[in-house]
């Protein structure tokens, strides 16, 4: 009995482990020269064809004075408005802006009536806040599944926003973007100091005394008392970015879901969900632009080689579980039974006849490092074989 090694034509070895130069390369069943049937290959079960999960990137970031920004000018260009900075005195004119398809503001119902008037509400931010590295809004940008229509789109986004936020005592102003280039996406600018109940804004942090084992205050040695800040609010906890990209895969795929798509989305990454795939980068606005009118970009280029670094990835591991599978099988059967590796290297050979001067360089470069890994790690049964695939 002569049986091949499924896909050993396309090993080679490197640092003592067992690897594929072209993994991609097609592999089939063929017959050695004794006429036995090569299992280049093992024929996997159907399954199922389920949805890709696609990573959704939800960027979320603070805007800071000191960074020579305002909340009235993010709030006009993100509306596609025209609004006017009192703090500052500068116009910010983003009325002949595309892409605008709606802009809205959601209050907390102890939230001044006013301030549903885009101009009132963040010049009011502007003003409240003294200091040249003043946190003005937060701000979380997410993208829109196209799979939606836009009133979907807009239900998904009011539903998101008012139960994570507007309901925390934030003042929401949202806007979706939409140019028609396949990328729609939402901005959402969120006040970042509390509204105490009358409608006043109150203080975002507070003076809070240290205490020893007792409760008691401790003096600080200069006749006063040791005392720290505490924030007013736990908007600023670390780990609500988790809770709120979370929250939005949620509400994303609740929605897919009710409009009877199947497709689904995750804010945690390949990592995190133990995925061994290559992320993408992210192309931003500029460099999507540039790739649908067919102009390459740097960050393109990066894409496209992580797609096929994926693609080759997924084939080796396919070619790891066949050669496991397979060698599992033969080292279960009698003794037998199970090829020799002297019978599996000949009909590796019979199976490999290049034709030309550097096909036939490379078959023996091929097979003097198959049979350099064989011995270096012992193999000389199909039980041994089995135990080294499964490393």
């Not at 502007?126 to 836009?150: G, H, N, T, V, Y």
């Not at 360089?361 to 198959?370: G, H, K, M, P």
Request: aromatic share 6%; charged share 25%; with cysteine.
């Amino acid at each position: 009995m002569s049986c091949a090694l499924p896909g050993a034509v396309a090993y080679f070895v490197r640092d003592g482990e067992l690897h594929s130069p072209n993994p991609l390369c097609a592999t089939g069943h063929g017959t050695s020269a004794s006429g036995c049937p090569v299992p280049c290959g093992l024929n996997i079960p159907h399954r199922k064809e389920v949805p890709p999960i696609d990573f959704c990137h939800i960027p979320v970031s603070i805007i800071k004075r000191s960074e020579g920004r305002s909340a009235v000018a993010a709030a006009a260009y993100r509306s596609g408005t025209k609004l006017t900075n009192e703090w500052d005195g500068l116009t910010h004119d983003y009325t002949r802006k595309g892409g605008v398809v709606h802009a809205e503001i959601m209050l907390p119902a102890h939230a001044p009536p006013e301030f549903a008037d885009r101009s009132t509400l963040w010049n009011s931010v502007e003003q409240i806040e003294k200091a040249r590295d003043s946190q003005l809004a937060r701000e979380i940008e997410a993208a829109l599944p196209r799979e939606l229509s836009r009133e979907q789109q807009l239900a998904l986004v009011r539903a998101y926003v008012k139960d994570n936020f507007v309901d925390k005592g934030m003042c929401a102003d949202f806007a979706i973007h939409d140019k028609g280039t396949g990328n729609p996406h939402v901005h959402v600018m969120l006040t970042v100091r509390p509204l105490k109940e009358n409608g006043a804004w109150g203080a975002k942090c507070r003076k809070a005394y240290d205490l020893d084992e007792n409760g008691q205050r401790i003096p600080d040695g200069k006749g006063g008392w040791k005392n720290h800040r505490e924030d007013t609010t736990d908007w600023n906890d670390k780990g609500n970015v988790e809770i709120w990209r979370a929250a939005w895969a949620a509400y994303t795929n609740r929605a897919l879901e009710a409009a009877g798509q199947p497709a689904l989305v995750d804010h945690r990454s390949y990592k995190r969900r133990g995925i061994d795939k290559i992320p993408s980068v992210h192309l931003g606005p500029a460099a999507s632009q540039m790739e649908k009118r067919g102009i390459r970009t740097d960050k393109g280029e990066v894409n496209r080689q992580i797609a096929a670094d994926n693609k080759l990835l997924k084939e080796i591991k396919a070619r790891i579980t066949r050669l496991y599978n397979w060698s599992k099988a033969e080292a279960e059967k009698p003794e037998g039974q199970q090829p020799s590796m002297i019978e599996l290297w000949e009909a590796q050979q019979q199976l490999k006849r290049p034709d030309t001067r550097t096909g036939k360089i490379r078959a023996l470069q091929e097979s003097a490092a198959l049979f350099s890994f064989m011995q270096a790690n012992g193999i000389q049964s199909m039980q041994q074989l089995h135990e080294k695939s499964q490393i």
